[in-house]
């Protein structure tokens, strides 16, 4: 069942979203040099490696200037992606890790390998599931940059506070996920996203 929600309002909404993703795509490239795409390795479903996709919304070689943090008002985001960001467009993208069946709209965030391994019994119970576009630390972290901005160590700020405080609500989602419960999430996010 949710498998199909899953597919068909993927492809749906890459349907009925296609005008606003080619004008993001279009925005990325004109006012910067680099790709519209940023991908970058996760760790799925039973702990299967995917590249996650979203609009690019800092300088193309972003990684090598700064890891894989984004803190406060990271210089290495453009201004069009300050935008995408705040908006949320730049998940627009992981519509087509949803189609493929990379991720749902609903579960636990995907996590980039080496904090998987840092917390790996943890992540055998999270990623018996497909990972989400949104769940509950979603809505919590909607501002995460900012939190880790304010943080004198935002490395140490991440994996000590807010990585734990994340695996707990994956946690809790997974006791509670349920067809009614994902759809509360969905249109708690979407609020999130137009308020």
Do not use: W
Not at 87 to 94: G, S
């Amino acid at each position: 069942m949710k498998r199909a929600f899953d597919v068909t309002f993927s492809l749906l909404g890459l349907i009925l979203l296609s005008p606003l993703c080619l004008l993001a795509c279009a925005l990325v490239k004109l006012t910067s040099a680099g790709p519209a795409f940023f991908t970058q390795e996760r760790v799925g479903q039973n702990f299967r490696s995917f590249h996650i996709m979203k609009f690019r919304t800092m300088v193309a070689d972003a990684p090598r200037q700064g890891g894989e943090l984004t803190a406060g008002r990271d210089p290495r985001i453009t201004g069009v992606g300050r935008f995408l960001r705040a908006t949320k467009i730049d998940e627009l993208p992981q519509l087509i890790n949803v189609l493929t069946g990379d991720m749902s709209f609903v579960g636990p965030r995907p996590e980039v390998p080496r904090y998987v391994e840092q917390f790996y019994d943890d992540y055998e119970e999270l990623l018996r599931f497909r990972p989400g576009i949104t769940d509950i630390a979603s809505l919590k972290y909607r501002h995460e940059a900012e939190l880790l901005g304010r943080s004198e160590d935002p490395e140490a700020t991440y994996v000590t506070q807010i990585l734990p405080d994340k695996i707990a609500l994956g946690k809790e989602y997974i006791r509670r996920q349920s067809i009614s419960f994902d759809l509360t999430l969905i249109c708690k996010t979407v609020l999130r996203m137009a308020g």
